[in-house]
Structure formats: C-alpha cells, structure tokens
C-alpha cells in the first residue's frame, strides 16, 4: 500500500523556497558504504534558494527538446541501459550486459523518448521522471529553463524536508503502517528479490509519477526512491573530511575533481540487500555522459 498524493501533474513545475538554514551533512548513523564517503557529519550553512518541487518529468523535457532540438547523449550514441525487467525491445536490439552488473541491458533505441527501448514512449507516461538523461544533458536543460542543478549540499538540505539527521524525508522506519494493518510505502523502491523478481508492493516496478507519495516537509516530492537525481558537484569521498576540518562550511561547492558527478536519492532499484543508498544521507555518482532507465535530475533558482 502505497502513501500516494491525488495532486496531478502537468509539464509546468511549482518552485518550492527553501529559507537559508545551517544543517549537519552527512550520515549520522554510520551505516552507509564506506567507499561513498557519507561521513563525517560535518555542519553547512545555506543560503536561501529555490528547487523544483519534483524531478523533471517527460513532458518538461519534451518542451525543451521542441524548443531548442537538442539531441541527447543516447540518442547520440544509438543506445542505453534499461533494467532487464523492463525492457520494451526486440531481442536483435538487446546488444549486451553491462560488466558486473547483468541485469542493466545495453538497448538499441533506448533513450528518454523511449526509456524502456523502441517499443515504448515517453507519451505513455509523461507525468514520470525524465529518464535516459546524462549530466550533460540535464545541464543543457537548465541552460535553456535560466535554472541550475542543485549542489549536493542544497540537495540534501532540500531533500530533508526540515527533519534533521534522520534516515528518510519522513522520519527513521522505511515503512509504515495502514489502518487496515498493511505495510505503508512511503517511496517508490525495489521489492522481493533483487535483481530477478520486483514485487512492486509499493504500486510501481519502475518509474512512477513525480508527485507520487507524500512530499516532504518543504513540498519535494520523492526524494528517496524513483530516480536518481543528477546534482552539480564532482564526486570524491573524501569530501566531507576536508568540509569538516574547515569547520562551517558556506554553501560548498563541491570538489574541484572526482570520479564523475554527484547522484542522489536513490531509485526504483534500490534495495537493502543490494543499493541502501535511498537514505537521505546516501551518495552516488556516474560518469558526465553517462544515462539510464533509473536516473534524472531537479533544478533550482538562487
């Protein structure tokens, strides 16, 4: 069962203010991959700003594909990844797997006018995120919309929703629980047995609309769960040492280097035994040019 709002969703967006605050960054109870650098928890003052209330859905991202033509990374290259459960393809366009992770297929077609493969569009679901998008590609949006990414700080103080150093935008316990007694989802994540059978108790097996479940203290909706979201910041995890040994730090910016760019919030992969990065605290990263079936992106406003 599934916490679902009954807002609907267009192509424009709502901007949601978010005060200048100072917060502890970071993961508090120390259960995060050591390899992320989700620790130390060190403090970060924020200045005030503006953020899309929702990850850029489909039909944004078409208004902007109309408007300027831009052509996409994996339109470019002819293919990306999807997730072997989802794929919408003949079997001649499934060219391979990906090295150490078998159940990403590399798809002929694939792309965020097609994001499951060339047997399914983007029209079918234009209230979800856009997906199939790499950094630069969200980065030429944001230079057509007069928008940014977010830094990785102002994601994650956005993305706490007023609640301090706890696990989720809605408290500690991934779950809750219904009247009637069943489980209560409060975000779109995998369920059953990961990577072969998705039980989709939560509603969803992959994607689901970007106004799904209960928005956050400050109005974002679904910051834990559905897709990864590309911020502007390199990743390198010994980040948050250098940020605490500075003291307070001023709205970081993020290292002058990394291993690819910032990824936050987790998706519909995620899972315990697997991914439990859609902790608020959680980091990730891809390469620039990187796309898939499980990643898009937010903006925000100085």
Known sequence: MSARTSASTGASNRDVPIPAGCFSMGDPFDEGYPADGETPVHPVNISAFRIDATAVSNAQFAEFVDATGHRTESEVYGSSAVFHLAVAAQKKDILGTAAGT?????????????????????????????????????????????????????????????????????????????????????????????????????GFLTTAPVRSFLPNGYGLFQTSGNVWEWCADWFLPKYYKSCLAKGIVDDPPGPTIGRGRVMRGGSYLCHESYCNRYRLAARSSNSPESASGNAGFRTVAG
């Not at 980065?139 to 928008?147: E, H, I, P, S």
């Not at 990785?152 to 993305?159: H, I, K, L, M, S």
């Open 102 to 202: 078998p159940w990403w297929l590399n798809v002929r077609g694939a792309d965020w006018a097609h994001p499951a493969g060339p047997s399914s569009n983007w029209v079918e679901i234009p209230d979800h995120p856009v997906t199939q998008v790499s950094h630069n590609d969200a980065l030429a949006y944001c230079a057509w919309a007069g928008r940014a990414l977010p830094t990785e700080a102002q994601w994650e103080y956005a993305a706490r929703g007023t609640l301090t150093q706890n696990r989720y935008p809605w408290g500690n316990e991934l779950h809750g629980t219904a009247e009637d007694g069943r489980t209560l989802h409060h975000c779109n994540i995998f369920q059953g047995t990961f990577p072969d059978e998705n039980t989709g108790e939560d």
